[in-house]
């Protein structure tokens, strides 16, 4: 092992942030999923849980946990790699990896790759238009979920497509691009609700492991934050990968960067010798970051 490149460990050891206070998230809105449970019809609900983002509603009525010194401490025992859409954590000495493919076994979403994926064109037709006045959104943003509920409470006189629309709607901002309960989502995506049979289809499953990837990157761990989008699949199961055959490992994203370090471990689990064992000695305990044991001894 000493003659391979390893990433390094983003904190020192022992000397990772504290928890000092809970991960807030912006998903699992009860007010936006009741209001969607009672606008629609027991037939339009149950299409909608049955649809490819059911997944999402199954997710709330399973009424989960949330632990969050759990993600918290995955999150500060990473691994510092340059690979924009990939997480690699130690639990001891083993590392774990959250991928996309990671994520898609454990929601079962579309993740298909697609060109432009978070520019999707979609013409602003009269129809559409017309929809995205009956919910009173600007026509050049998407609803925020504040907007759905109030949409929800004047929705039944609509036709059945249009409903089915607002529950997609909910999904779309309350779980795949949720941020705070008052900020419009973007246009592009929300857009494709136009055509039901589309919106269903797209790679949602992408696009929600992107925003949750893009938002946690942006965080101070030693400070208290916020994360958008679906954090709480970090926290359903930890896992060392999916096994794939080795070429599928890595996977295909726009404007990522390579990555050789992860590369390595990738290939060390693959042609390991039979019996060979992660150990502590496979890592260097010295992270990148200054974090010290006084600065948290300070803050506890």
Not at 170 to 193: C, Q
Request: proline share 3%; aromatic share 12%.
């Amino acid at each position: 092992m000493d003659s391979v490149e390893l990433p390094k460990r983003i904190f020192t050891l022992g000397e990772e942030p504290f928890p000092i206070k809970s991960i807030s998230y912006h998903t699992d809105d009860s007010k936006l999923f009741s209001a969607v449970r009672d606008a629609l019809h027991d037939d339009e609900y149950k299409e909608l849980k049955e649809s490819r983002l059911g997944v999402f509603l199954k997710f709330k009525e399973m009424d989960f946990g949330w632990a969050s010194r759990l993600v918290h401490y995955m999150l500060c025992f990473q691994l510092n790699i340059k690979k924009k859409y990939e997480l690699w954590s130690l639990v001891g000495a083993d590392p774990v990896r959250f991928s996309l493919i990671e994520f898609e076994q454990l929601t079962g979403l579309n993740c298909e790759y697609i060109e432009n994926l978070e520019n999707s064109r979609c013409e602003v037709k009269n129809e559409m238009a017309s929809f995205w006045e009956q919910i009173d959104v600007s026509v050049d943003a998407g609803p925020s979920s504040e907007q759905i509920i109030r949409a929800c409470k004047r929705c039944q006189e609509w036709s059945r497509d249009d409903r089915m629309r607002l529950g997609y709607l909910a999904i779309f901002s309350g779980f795949i691009e949720r941020r705070k309960y008052s900020s419009a989502t973007r246009a592009s995506p929300a857009r494709l609700v136009r055509d039901l049979e589309k919106f269903e289809n797209y790679p949602w499953g992408r696009v929600a492991f992107k925003v949750l990837m893009d938002s946690w990157r942006a965080k101070d761990f030693t400070k208290s934050y916020i994360v958008d989008g679906f954090i709480q699949v970090l926290q359903t199961r930890v896992i060392n990968y999916v096994e794939k055959n080795i070429e599928e490992m890595f996977l295909k994203w726009d404007n990522d960067r390579e990555d050789v370090a992860v590369e390595n471990i990738i290939q060390v689990i693959f042609n390991a010798p039979p019996n060979w064992k992660w150990t502590m000695n496979c890592w260097e305990d010295e992270g990148i970051n200054p974090w010290t044991i006084q600065r948290r001894t300070l803050c506890t």
